[in-house]
């Protein structure tokens, strides 16, 4: 595909969209038990801010979530930390807090109401 000279427009924002099961229940694990605050409420999909310019959007579609092959990473420095939250509020836990040599980095994985996988990472650099 050939752009011939043409700039390359500005990308200013990001965005991932999830369809989930029950809005209200994703919601809760994502703007209450993450607290990732709500950007905007449309209605039947919710916007929250992670970090900076990036999204994370959730849209109830019933019998349209499709969680494998999706990992949702949030990176912060207090992967034990999020742990214990996560543990206490009784989340699935898919993996305990461990090093991963191979991409120089430590984390842990969870399950969201809806199946997606979840990981809170911090990198060793």
């Not at 449309?42 to 801010?49: I, L, N």
């Not at 109830?60 to 939250?85: A, K, N, Y």
């Amino acid at each position: 595909m050939s752009t011939g000279d043409a700039p390359i427009p500005p990308i200013g924002e990001f965005i991932t969209f999830l369809y989930v099961e029950d809005l209200e229940r994703s919601d809760r694990f994502y703007g209450g038990l993450l607290g990732l605050p709500l950007v905007i409420d449309q209605g039947g999909c919710r916007v929250f801010r992670v970090a900076g310019e990036a999204y994370l959007g959730i849209c109830e579609r019933p019998g349209q979530c499709q969680p494998d092959g999706l990992i949702v990473t949030f990176v912060s420095p207090d992967v034990d930390d999020w742990h214990r939250r996560l543990v206490a509020a009784g989340i699935a836990v898919e993996q305990e807090p461990a090093d991963n040599d191979t991409y120089r980095l430590y984390h842990a994985f969870y399950r969201d109401p809806d199946g997606y996988l979840v990981e809170i990472q911090r990198f060793w650099d």
